[in-house]
C-alpha cells in the first residue's frame, strides 16, 4: 500500500511539474492505473469512473477484469442502470471460470431490478389483427404521436394509424386513415402550429403497385388535407419533415417497375418540396436505368442551416465480382433542389446510413450499419463528415463478436457528443433488443 502510495505521489509531482503535452504516452497510462488502483481502494467510485474513463480514451489494450471494476464503479456510485450492461456483457463473454463471475452475477441481479425501474412506463395499442408503430414523434407538451398500421379497425384490410398519448402514456385521440384497400403510415412529425404531417401508403384497387400518400392534421387528429404521388413502382420507404418557412420535405424510395431489371433490386428516389398547403414547389428524382448501377435509396432527410436538404440512405451497385453491392450514400442539395455534392462512404460490401443529424459546428453525423466481413455480421456504424462531404472521423461499434448490431437514428447531446439508438441481436433478454450508445464529440463509447 505504502509502494503504490508513493508512486502516485510520484507521478502526480512530475504531472504538475511537466506540461501535459509533454507526458509519455506510457508515463500517462501508468500514472492513470496507478490513480485508479487508488480510488478503487479508497471506495472512491465516482473518481474511479472518470478515471476508467480517461483510460480507455488512450487506445490502451484493457484486461478483461476492467469491464467487472467499471461496472462496479458505476454501480457504487450510483449509476446502477448504466452498470447493467458492463456486466452482462463481463458475465457473456468471460464465463464461469472467469475470476469475478460469481460477483458480477450478484452485481448484474441487482443492476437489472434498477435497469428495470428505470423504465417509466408501457403500454400496449391494438386488437386482434395486425398492428404495428412505424414512427414516434414527443410533442410540444411533452407527450407523444405514434404512427403505423392497424388491421384491427378502421375501413379497410389495413388502416393507416395515428394515436396521441400524453406523457403518461394516456391516449388523447385515436384516427384510422385509409378505404377499403390497404394503407399504412411510417412517417409522422408534429408541426409549427401544434398538428401533424404524416407520410405514408395508399393502394389502388386492383393493383399490386401502390403510392405515397401524404396527410396534414390539426392538433386533434382531424384531417385538413392529403395529397398522393404515385410513382412508377412499388412504393417502399417515405419520410417527411417540415421546413424553416413552414413547408414540407418528402423522400421516397421505391422500386421500378420495369421488366428489363429484377424489381426487387432497383430503386429510384424522389424528392418533393411543398408548400404549407401541400403545394408541388419542385421535385427531383435519382436512379437513372443503368446495368451497372440499380440506383439510391433514402432513409432520412434533414434541413441543413442554409435552407438545403441532405438525404441520406445507400446506393446500389455492381461490384467488380459482378455481385450486387450496398454503399452508403449522402447527397446535399440547395434549397432549390440544386444537388451539391453525391457521394458514397463504403466501409465493407453492405453499409448504409438510417440517421442524420447537422450538429452546431455545420458538420453532418450519419448513423447506420456496416457489414463486418471478418465476424459475418453487421455492426453499428457512426461516420461524421464536414458540410462538403470530406470524412472527419468514423467508427463501427459492435456488442459481441456474433450477432448484428444495428444503429438506427442519432441526436447530438448538449455537451457536443452524440447518442445514438438501434437494435441488437448480440446480447439483451430476447432475439432482438433495443440499445442505446452515448458517444464523445469524437465518436468514442463514454
Known amino acids: 500500500m505504502k509502494t503504490i502510495t508513493t508512486l502516485v505521489a510520484l507521478l502526480f509531482a512530475l504531472a504538475v511539474s511537466v ?3 509533454a507526458l509519455s504516452p506510457s508515463v500517462k497510462i501508468d500514472m492513470l492505473k496507478a490513480q485508479l488502483v487508488e480510488q478503487l481502494k479508497g471506495k472512491d467510485y465516482a473518481s474511479a469512473v472518470q478515471t476508467m474513463q480517461d483510460l480507455k480514451a488512450t487506445g490502451t489494450k484493457l484486461p478483461s477484469s476492467f469491464e467487472y471494476f467499471e461496472g462496479k464503479a458505476l454501480f457504487e456510485s450510483g449509476q446502477q442502470a448504466a452498470s447493467y450492461d458492463k456486466f452482462a456483457h463481463y458475465t457473456e463473454t468471460q464465463g464461469k ?19 428495470n425501474a428505470a423504465l417509466v412506463w408501457k403500454h400496449l395499442f391494438g386488437g386482434r389483427g395486425d398492428d404495428g408503430a412505424n414512427a414516434i414523434v414527443q410533442t410540444a407538451d411533452g407527450g407523444y404521436a405514434v404512427a403505423g398500421v392497424t388491421a384491427s379497425k378502421g375501413a379497410g384490410k389495413k388502416d393507416a394509424w395515428v394515436i396521441r398519448i400524453d406523457a403518461k402514456g394516456k391516449v388523447l385521440w385515436d384516427r384510422t386513415f385509409g378505404d377499403v384497400n390497404s394503407d399504412g403510415a411510417n412517417s409522422i412529425v408534429q408541426t409549427q402550429d401544434g398538428g401533424f404531417i404524416v ?8 393493383k399490386d403497385e401502390n403510392y405515397t400518400w401524404v396527410i396534414r392534421l390539426d392538433a386533434q387528429g382531424q384531417r385538413l388535407w392529403d395529397r398522393t404521388f404515385v410513382g412508377s413502382g412499388y412504393e417502399d420507404e417515405e419520410t417527411i419533415i417540415q421546413t424553416a418557412d413552414g413547408g414540407f420535405a418528402l423522400a421516397i424510395s421505391y422500386f421500378l ?3 428489363t431489371f429484377d424489381l426487387s433490386y432497383y430503386y429510384k428516389l424522389l424528392v418533393v418540396r411543398m408548400d404549407h398547403e401541400g403545394k408541388v414547389l419542385w421535385d427531383r428524382t435519382f436512379g437513372d436505368i443503368d446495368i451497372d448501377s440499380y440506383g439510391y435509396f433514402a432513409y432520412t432527410i434533414v434541413q441543413t442551416s442554409d435552407s438545403g436538404f441532405v438525404l441520406a440512405g445507400l446506393s446500389r451497385n455492381n461490384d467488380p465480382k459482378g455481385d450486387l453491392g450496398e454503399k452508403s450514400w449522402v447527397v446535399r442539395m440547395d434549397h432549390e433542389g440544386k444537388v451539391l455534392w453525391n457521394r458514397t462512404y463504403d466501409a465493407s460490401s453492405k453499409d448504409y446510413f438510417t440517421g442524420v443529424v447537422q450538429t452546431a459546428d455545420g458538420s453532418l453525423v450519419l448513423a447506420g450499419s456496416a457489414y463486418n466481413e471478418s465476424l459475418k455480421k453487421f455492426d453499428a456504424r457512426v461516420v461524421r463528415i464536414n458540410i462538403e462531404g470530406k470524412v472527419l472521423w468514423g467508427r463501427t461499434y459492435n456488442t459481441s463478436n ?6 438506427a437514428a442519432i441526436v447530438q ?3 457536443g457528443g452524440f447518442v445514438f439508438a438501434g437494435v441488437t441481436e448480440s446480447k439483451g433478454a430476447g432475439k432482438s433488443d433495443a440499445f442505446v450508445v452515448w458517444l464523445t464529440r469524437n465518436g468514442e463509447v463514454e
Open 19 to 21: 506540461p501535459a503535452y
Open 97 to 115: 471460470n472467469s475470476k469475478y463471475y460469481k460477483d458480477a452475477i450478484a452485481y448484474l441481479i441487482k443492476a437489472e431490478k434498477a435497469h
Open 199 to 206: 407520410a405514408g401508403w395508399g393502394t389502388p384497387k386492383g
Open 257 to 259: 417497375n420495369d421488366s
Open 402 to 407: 456474433s450477432g448484428h448490431d444495428y444503429a
Open 413 to 415: 447531446t448538449t455537451d
